[in-house]
């Protein structure tokens, strides 16, 4: 008896109805082109979002100065009623002391260099009755108010000092 002949089933390729995918050669990089479409791509996303990032960081240090002259000002008031010793607080042209104070993280007293980091800014003027100087009594109350600007890349600040409540406040 013979063996029935076995007809070996045609490959995948030759098959009828069956769609062939040819096969590519490996990709390994970009193309020049790709390339520069994505240095352009860059190039206009950098060049809007430079300016924004900019102005948002002199907003940043303009207010964050304000801040700390105002939490300062707060900072000797407390001081005062809670020691029941008088405060002051001298502006010059960079910054600031708390002379009764002693500073924090080193030997000396409470001084404030505003013209370095992080702040880099600067105080143009500094009124408390005529001079750059306020003093809380025992009771908190300042000497006179007055105001202080605060100038930082070139966006101003002021911090007043209500003579009354001796408050400080931050106006735009």
């Known amino acids: 008896m013979s063996r029935p002949v076995r007809t070996q089933r045609p490959r995948r390729e030759e098959r009828p109805g069956v769609l062939v995918c040819a096969k590519s050669p490996a990709r390994r990089g970009f193309t020049i082109v790709e390339l520069v479409i994505v240095g352009i791509i860059v190039a ?94 025992i009771y908190g109350q300042p000497d006179t108010g007055g105001e202080v600007t605060l100038l930082a890349g070139g966006l101003s600040r002021r911090i007043t000092l209500n003579a009354t409540s001796g408050k400080p406040d931050i106006q735009p």
């Open 44 to 137: 206009i996303m950098a060049t809007v979002a430079v300016p924004r990032f900019a102005a948002a960081q002199v907003r940043y240090r303009a207010d964050l100065v304000a801040q700390r002259v105002l939490k300062d000002l707060e900072l000797a008031r407390n001081r005062a009623m809670t020691t029941s010793k008088p405060v002051s607080v001298v502006f010059a042209a960079s910054g600031y002391t708390l002379a009764s104070e002693r500073h924090l993280d080193r030997a000396g007293a409470y001084a404030v260099d505003l013209s370095a980091e992080p702040y880099r800014a600067s105080i143009p003027a500094a009124n408390f009755g005529g001079d750059a100087t306020v003093v809380f009594d």
